[in-house]
């Protein structure tokens, strides 16, 4: 029933514009749009042509809105199914109109995602290429935009089943060694045999994994705390990164109560920037809440970058700040470098590849941030070049991680001689988590949630 039923929907962002687009899809697309069409009859013209006319309501004869309708018949479409864009002129009226008519003549409201499922239930992709579309509309930057439209055309989908292949050639010779004991010893074949297969698909997988870290750290950016005491300079050194008075800036601690929130995109990478309260003990509710929201904060951030006042002698606050953030990624900002020194870091024992020397106000020094950024995340080497095979997505990375693990456990069973009906339901795990990337292991309520995370009309 799911797939007989023709749907629609608003393809492009509500409000004011020069065009607007209204899809529909299924087997009775282009009947009822040709219901509330005049112009040539849609159900006679070839198909990927585009016809000129109106639409009108049928029951009152009242022209809606002069249009373009873009007719595509099945299979050579989207959604494999028969499918109409109805090109309208933007605005809130005309589109809701236009989608209340043909809603009226029978069609159903399409659910978030809809149309990329179908494209998927229909086998025109896979599940990784249906992801990819969400990662081309929600790409930050141009690196971003061509590691998703590298997903969507399927360059990550071949990597992936070229590995799901080799496992289950490897499965094979494990059933013919099962189904004829005589064609080889268990041991010899394990050894001689599986083994190194095992190996290469591992060397592989772990190879995805590293590269995929850069992916992630492409599509979703780095989530950057700013800390430090009160008045050290943070909430302007967003400002001049965000080139913008995203922060209240004065010389009162505590100005800054809660996270202040910004992107920038810096060379490669985007950092989802986060400027927190100043950290000190304070018997002000609001800002003490603002102290504590900034320590969850540095917990949850990928990278810390922390503001040290040059002008003013090491604090207890600023030791602390160090300490805590000892194990994670960071970058201490010497401040207010346009002031007298009076700041020691000796103590800290810190390394000189952690230090960037800045004035926020003079609006010197941040050019080196990306350059220490990039060694940081292992960038420097990075080229727009190197992203088609790159992996990026989070289910994607975790099903890879448990299929790497799967075939290490294959390994392992294979030191330890055991039998190879036993090895084999770990490399079967392993085949089976790369299926779960493509959809061919993916359950329905998986499907349901991934899709339901698309915009109306995609």
């Known amino acids: ?119 998927f239930l ?69 050894n001689h045999i599986l083994k190194p297969r095992l190996e290469e698909v591992q060397v592989e997988l772990e190879k995805i994994l590293h590269q995929a870290q850069t992916g992630k750290i492409i599509r979703e950016g780095i989530a950057t705390a700013i800390v430090g005491r009160p008045n050290v300079g943070k909430s302007s050194l967003l400002n001049r990164l965000l080139q913008e008075e995203r922060a209240i800036v004065t010389d009162i601690a505590g100005t800054t109560r809660d996270t202040v929130e910004g992107t920038l995109r810096l060379g490669h990478i985007v950092l989802n920037l986060v400027d927190t309260a100043g950290i000190r003990e304070t018997a002000d509710v609001v800002e003490a809440i603002g102290v504590e929201k ?60 952690e230090l960037v020397k800045i004035s926020a106000l003079e609006d010197w020094g941040l050019n080196q941030l990306e350059g220490r950024i990039q060694q940081l995340f292992d960038l420097a080497d990075f080229t727009s070049e190197a992203t088609e095979n790159f992996v990026s997505n989070v289910r994607h990375i975790g099903l890879i991680e448990q299929a790497s693990q799967s075939i290490q456990a294959a390994l392992e069973g294979i030191a330890l001689e055991m039998p190879v009906d036993l090895i084999t339901v770990d490399i079967q795990d392993a085949w089976q988590a790369l299926g779960e990337i493509l959809g061919e292991e993916a359950k329905t309520d998986l499907i349901d949630e991934l899709f339901s995370k698309f915009c109306l009309g995609k």
């Open 1 to 119: 029933m799911y797939l007989t039923e023709t749907i629609t929907a608003i393809a492009t962002a509500i409000g004011e514009s020069a065009i607007a687009i209204v899809r529909l899809s299924g087997p009775e697309a282009i009947t009822l749009a040709n219901e509330v069409f005049t112009g040539k009859d849609l159900t006679t013209v070839d198909s990927h042509t585009i016809q000129y006319g109106h639409i009108k309501d049928p029951k009152t004869a009242t022209i809606i809105d002069e249009v373009l309708v873009s007719v595509f018949k099945a299979p050579r479409t989207f959604t494999m199914e028969d499918m109409v864009e109805i090109n309208c002129h933007g605005g809130k009226i005309a589109t809701q109109r236009i989608l209340r008519l043909l809603l009226a003549q029978g069609a159903r409201l399409a659910q978030p995602g809809e149309f990329t499922k179908r494209a």
């Open 122 to 190: 229909n086998g025109r992709i896979d599940l990784a290429q249906a992801e990819a579309v969400m990662d081309v509309i929600h790409a930050k930057t141009e690196d971003a935009l061509k590691m998703a439209v590298s997903g969507v055309d399927g360059k990550v989908s071949q990597l992936i089943q070229t590995l799901r292949s080799e496992v289950l050639t490897t499965l094979a010779n494990i059933e013919v060694n099962i189904d004829y004991p005589e064609y080889d010893d268990a041991i010899e074949m394990s």
């Open 294 to 353: 900034s320590r969850q904060m540095i917990e949850q951030a990928q990278l810390v970058l922390i503001v040290l006042n040059n002008n003013e002698p090491l604090s207890d606050v600023d030791r602390e700040l160090v300490t805590m953030t000892a194990d994670k990624p960071r970058l201490v900002l010497i401040n207010k470098m346009d002031l007298t020194n009076q700041l020691d870091l000796t103590e800290l024992q810190l390394a000189e590849n």
